[in-house]
């Protein structure tokens, strides 16, 4: 005897695992921006977002693509350049009229000192007021990429040439890391101007 079923099927969103409904939710019901950031294989990409009834609406962004027109040619993946990241979104916010907003990580299980972590103190620094825990910010050193340039320059002349052959054929020396970091961030800022 056949039985009437009354099984529903799931968001397909959810079922994909692409949005958590739940935490949504709690984000929407706040009011105020978004700061989504997500991480690709290549990028890093950071955005203030907004709900609105036809689609959320992105109000500002930045991307570690788009750090070449700052003078940032290093790697769009590491730590600097999610920093960097975060940092052109929130000026770009900033400039928008954008003074408040809440992180939103997505399915990223949150490990302290991670990229997405980075991105939100570029934020931070450019001036929005995001809410945060201390500890879960990199240091300043891992930021600027003091940890690359150190590594770097521990390394003999082969060692150099065959793990940094990426920044070599961008004309980066990975031993001057810092340098390139403050000239990109200085550059982001005159955008604001």
Same mark, same amino acid.
């Given at each position: 005897?056949?039985?009437?079923?009354?099984?529903?099927?799931?968001?397909?969103?959810?079922? !994909?695992?692409?949005?958590?409904?739940?935490?949504?939710?709690?984000?929407? =019901?706040?009011?105020?921006?978004?700061?989504?950031?997500?991480?690709?294989?290549?990028?890093?990409? *950071?955005?203030?977002? +907004?709900?609105?009834?036809?689609?959320?609406?992105?109000?500002?962004?930045g991307n570690s693509r788009d750090l070449e027109k700052f003078g940032w040619i290093a790697g769009k993946k590491n730590l600097p350049a999610a920093y960097?990241?975060?940092?052109? *979104?929130?000026?770009?916010?900033?400039?928008?009229? +954008? !003074?408040?907003?809440?992180?939103?990580?997505?399915?990223?299980?949150?490990?302290?000192?991670?990229?997405?972590?980075? *991105?939100?103190?570029?934020?931070?620094?450019?001036?929005? =007021?995001?809410?945060? !825990?201390?500890?879960?910010?990199?240091?300043?050193?891992?930021?600027?990429?003091?940890?690359?340039?150190?590594?770097?320059? =521990?390394?003999?002349?082969?060692?150099?040439?065959?793990?940094?052959?990426?920044?070599?054929?961008?004309?980066?020396?990975?031993?001057?890391?810092?340098?390139?970091?403050?000239? *990109?961030?200085?550059? +982001?800022?005159? !955008?604001?101007?």
């Open positions: 005897m056949a039985r009437d079923s009354t099984y529903k099927v799931g968001f397909r969103r959810r079922r !994909e695992g692409k949005t958590n409904y739940r935490k949504r939710l709690e984000l929407v =019901k706040s009011g105020r921006h978004r700061l989504v950031v997500r991480q690709s294989n290549k990028c890093v990409l *950071a955005q203030l977002v +907004i709900f609105d009834r036809q689609g959320d609406k992105v109000s500002a962004e960097l990241a975060g940092f052109l *979104a929130g000026t770009r916010a900033k400039k928008a009229g +954008i !003074e408040s907003a809440v992180l939103d990580m997505g399915f990223r299980t949150p490990v302290h000192g991670a990229r997405c972590f980075a *991105a939100l103190k570029g934020a931070i620094d450019s001036g929005l =007021k995001i809410p945060f !825990e201390a500890g879960a910010l990199p240091a300043q050193e891992r930021l600027s990429g003091k940890h690359i340039e150190d590594y770097a320059k =521990k390394l003999s002349p082969e060692e150099f040439k065959k793990k940094f052959s990426g920044y070599a054929s961008r004309n980066v020396d990975a031993r001057n890391l810092t340098a390139l970091f403050e000239s *990109a961030k200085k550059n +982001i800022l005159q !955008e604001v101007k």
